[in-house]
């Protein structure tokens, strides 16, 4: 069992950055896949966006269209943890973040087997 806790999210303008961590309990962290997905308001659970991946041990990695060049992920296993460095914010960024762990990873929900509670990110124009 894996639990996993976000922080870092908040209320920002347009144009700035946030770093969101992601840490995670119990044993064995480099062997999961980590991914953030996002829901934003109003959207349902089963349509949480794809922001990121990233493999065990960092080899692997991908991004959406829409935050390619903006959003980096990045993992430290000495700290069972998982980040998202998030540049040059916008509006559309806004919705609740979650990290989740897999061992099949990818950008689909289905191969993730935990999920965290989120953290809000907030982008005022």
């Known amino acids: 069992q894996v639990q996993l806790v976000e922080s870092g999210g908040g209320l920002v303008h347009a144009g700035s950055s946030l770093r969101l961590s992601c840490t995670a309990s119990g044993r064995a962290f480099s062997t999961y896949k980590m991914a953030w997905f996002r829901q934003a308001p109003g959207k349902e659970r089963k349509d949480r966006e794809f922001?990121?991946?990233?493999?065990?041990?960092?080899?692997?990695?991908q991004y959406a269209d829409s935050v390619n060049g903006r959003f980096t992920i990045s993992r430290d296993n000495t700290k069972n943890t998982v980040f998202l460095q998030t540049n040059s914010l916008k509006p559309d960024d806004t919705a609740v973040y979650y990290c989740?762990?897999?061992?099949?990873?990818?950008?689909?929900?289905?191969?993730?087997?935990?999920w965290g509670q989120g953290t809000q990110v907030t982008v005022s124009s």
């Open positions: 922001v990121s991946f990233i493999s065990g041990r960092g080899g692997e990695i």
């Open positions: 989740a762990a897999g061992e099949l990873g990818t950008t689909s929900m289905r191969n993730y087997d935990f």
